[in-house]
């Protein structure tokens, strides 16, 4: 959408998006193999609720 409009600010904008999609995901991933591992909560990801 930067590249359409022109818009300088909009795509710097969609980069830090990016950057903070990339690093929770990453965190995320690292979170879920740590826990498994060391079989309890090392790296929090928040409690699931049942309803």
Not at 2 to 25: H, Q, R, V
């Amino acid at each position: 959408a930067g590249d359409f409009t022109g818009n300088a600010t909009l795509k710097m904008i969609a980069g830090y998006e990016g950057i903070f999609c990339g690093l929770s995901a990453i965190y995320t991933g690292l979170a879920q193999v740590m826990n498994e591992v060391f079989g309890r909560q090392v790296a929090p990801l928040g409690a699931v609720v049942q309803k």
